[in-house]
């Protein structure tokens, strides 16, 4: 089955570049998404198809791809920022997939 | 303003039925695919199944697939999530979400989620 990967956890002082890196096989076939959702909330989409950022998301947060890795960046880190950060991908039979998550602590 | 509001979570027994609803408002309902995600308790989102936006076709995970099944009333801005046989591990909360096109596919991803609605699962 279509599995993506994630580190469990990433720490970063504020002001500091965050980079939470989402690895998987289908990966350069395949769009990524990444979703953060701080405690108690509902998810926020914050990067679709690999480095699209939606309306409203700050600048500070990007997204790239090299082969089977895709990674989210978020530079100059606030403190606003602290949350689970989640991947996603979908493949062409219709099966999405989430990572397991990253929790990052500012 | 587009929402999404989840109703029908409650506590049931292990066997037992759920039906879960959500209710659109803001945006064009039919001309989009629609989604539900669930997060157990203190662990990360598992994608449960998604429907495309005339209700033609539709998705389960394999944790859920024989029974779950899903629909969806375009007239009433509406989609369903029909849970049988549930076992102690569906507890969790349950996402609404939708996807900013009409069908499934590599592209799919979730631009938009309710806030979700409890199941929990026990004797």
């Known amino acids: 089955s279509y599995e993506v990967t994630q580190p469990p956890s990433v720490s970063v002082s504020p002001g500091q570049t965050a980079r939470i890196t989402c690895s998987g096989d289908g990966l350069p076939k395949r769009y990524a998404n990444w979703y953060q959702q701080k405690s108690g909330q509902a998810p926020v989409l914050v990067i679709y198809k690999d480095s699209e950022r939606p309306s409203g998301i700050p600048e500070r947060f990007s997204g790239s791809s090299s082969g089977t890795t895709v990674t989210l960046t978020i530079t100059a880190v606030q403190a606003e920022d602290e949350a689970d950060y989640y991947c996603q991908s979908a493949d062409s039979s219709g099966t999405l997939v989430f990572g397991g998550g990253t929790k990052l602590t500012v | 303003e587009e929402q999404l509001l989840e109703s029908g979570g409650d506590l049931v027994q292990p066997g037992g039925s759920l039906r879960l609803s959500c209710a659109a408002s803001g945006f064009m309902f039919g001309e989009h695919a629609m989604s539900w995600v669930r997060q157990a308790p203190g662990k990360g989102l598992e994608w449960v199944s998604s429907?495309?936006?005339?209700?033609?076709?539709?998705y389960f995970a394999d944790s859920v697939k024989g029974r779950f099944t899903i629909s969806r009333d375009n007239a009433k801005n509406t989609v369903i999530l029909q849970m049988n046989s549930l076992r102690v591990d569906d507890t969790a909360v349950y996402f609404c979400?939708?996807?900013?096109?009409?069908?499934?596919?590599?592209?799919?991803?979730?631009?938009?989620w309710g806030q979700g609605t409890l199941v929990t699962v026990s004797s």
């Open positions: 979400a939708k996807v900013p096109a009409p069908i499934v596919g590599v592209t799919t991803y979730f631009q938009q």
């Open positions: 429907i495309n936006h005339s209700g033609g076709n539709s």
